[in-house]
């Protein structure tokens, strides 16, 4: 009868614990639904006010949940918004403890061009090239990490030595329809903006 009693007990225990967990699931999640649906109100209104909002509701939900990196992701924006250049590289420092991503060197070097600190923005430009390289050296058929590297050297560097590079993935992976389409796209894109420049151009610069 004891043992019966002392089982219930902890069950008991056991289901208000998990109760607790829900119930602190739901409030981070709730936080951070709050911080998006204001950083999406600021994005049509421009209001300080709503992206001041946005701050304290992402900050409350790292408080929260700090293992959840979307929130630091959506914080990285509020704080580039808000021009809190230094804050946001000292959480690219802190998500880079635990979240070694390409993309965090990426958004690092953004930053420092924004700062107009250009040799650190090489820098780090370099890093998250080299960090696709070692991403792609332990999944070299990883159709997303290839795009995605593609993708940041056509954005860095020039469309034609995205294309180049691209084309020799495609070469070494025929079967992966995904990357044929993605270099349509981007020389579809580039053919877009160059028609787009060659419309802003003035009469008087246009050759003929």
Not at 54 to 64: D, Q
């Amino acid at each position: 009868m004891r043992i019966r009693l002392v089982v219930m007990v902890m069950l008991f225990v056991s289901c208000i614990g998990k109760a607790k967990v829900k119930e602190n699931q739901d409030s981070c999640a709730e936080h951070s639904l709050n911080a998006s649906r204001k950083l999406g109100l600021y994005n049509k209104t421009s209001s300080r006010e709503d992206i001041s909002s946005a701050l304290n509701s992402i900050n409350r939900a790292i408080k929260c949940d700090s293992t959840d990196m979307r929130n630091y992701w959506t914080k990285l924006v509020i704080l580039n918004e808000l021009n809190l250049l230094e804050e946001a590289l000292s959480l690219l420092d802190r998500m880079n403890r635990s979240y070694n991503s390409p993309e965090l060197f990426l958004s690092r070097g953004q930053i420092y061009e924004r700062m107009n600190i250009m040799d650190s923005a090489t820098l780090n430009y370099n890093k998250a090239l080299l960090r696709y390289d070692e991403l792609l050296e332990a999944e070299p058929d990883n159709s997303s990490l290839i795009m995605a590297k593609i993708n940041t050297i056509n954005l860095l560097k020039d469309v034609n030595e995205a294309l180049s590079e691209l084309q020799d993935y495609i070469d070494e992976f025929p079967e992966m329809v995904e990357l044929v389409k993605f270099y349509e796209m981007l020389e579809n894109n580039d053919r877009q903006m160059q028609g787009l420049n060659w419309v802003d151009l003035p009469d008087s610069l246009r050759s003929n």
